[in-house]
């Protein structure tokens, strides 16, 4: 085989803007909202344009939730994306996700000045024939009931597409007859002398640390399925769903490796795309590229700046609610019943908007330096939270604002000691590590790296 070169997105989230995303509502909605809404038609729109043109691959994989949460007119208006895409000449594979159908008549939503919509919803069991384009129709084999097939993407290269949002009990499980299926096509590879890759939408290993004790962050049973993943050959996987960047990697028992790239969404910050090179030697060369500017009213601001600033404003608009407006917090969270505890949300949301890292190092007795004194610690706060969905994490040891957080957090080390908190694969949660390597990435860059499969 030559080296085989491919783009890989995800969590495009696109949602058909004629279904209404404006009002009140949809402002009070986007308060505490990550990802784009309105906003999302317009970025896929130019990010297909940049891929219909880009040379550096011809083939386009994207790995799952491709509606925003499953319109069926916006599952419509993106398969003529992915027509146009394939008509430019592209390869396109997609899998579907957890937002890409609704088994409840009203759980799909849109708004416009009247309040909420219902649009119509997709069901399950309608994704088969809806992308049958887009994996099926080429793959060497399917297995119809998981919505997962194998395509040969090249020479030499085959790609594993999986899908575990079983309507058996919608607890994204691998189940018997899934993993006996992925079994036999795997084996098959071997046999044939291919590499063979994953596309998983689900985060097979947490993308950061934190998320390995934020179950829904993670695959199901995923210590068991990487071990059977990597032990079978398979020894990376593309995944999204947390809308974060990052590579991770894990060695199983047998000293097999699995390296799990998951990227970031398209509609929201980091807001990037992959472009993926794997060599006859059986390396993966990583590398991120940002996504297009789009067309959209942006106050001025640059795209990528625009980005950012929503994810800020998310972290920032919940601080404020703390100190404002704690009823409308915690009736987001499903906890505005508890009228007891405003007054102490209040209290902490005061404090947290007012007090600068300097006052706060000075109430902990702890050394700061004099770059960082003045800085708001909700400002800090922000920023510490986007790193971790950014990828390559800057509040490293040695820095003025990762010195100032690892001192924080060994001050609260007995307490974390106290913790009952355990991992995702069942393992005691270590807070203080766990929170030390996700304020700071000390592993494998997220951006670029190249992964060496054997
Ligand atoms: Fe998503
Ligand atoms: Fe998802």
Redesign the pocket.
Known sequence: MENFSFYLIT?T?FFKNSLGARGKEYDEFMRFEQKCFAETESINRSVFEWLKNADGADTVLIAG?LSFNGEKESHIEFIKLLNELKESGKKVYVVTAD?DFKNEDDSCFAFDESGRLIPEPTRRDELFDLYYEFGFKDALAFDRQHLSYVAQLCDGVRLLALNNDGADDGQRRFDESHIKWIKEQTKKARDDGQIMFAMNHYPLLPGQPIFSVVPSAVQRESDKVTTMLADEGVHLVFT??M?NHSINEKITEKGNKLYDVCTG?VIADPAVMRLVTITPESKAIIKTIETPDFEWDTNGKECKQYLSDLFDSMILNMLDDMQYNPERLLRRFGADGKKGIYPIVKFVGRIINKITVGGLCRLLLIKCDKSIKKMLLKNYAAELVRGIFEGNQTFKEGTAKGDVFIKFIKRFNFVFKKVNLNCVDGKKADLFDILKNTAGNYGIDDYNATLNLT
């Open positions: 969590d989230h939730d937002h999204g769903h809308h969404s």
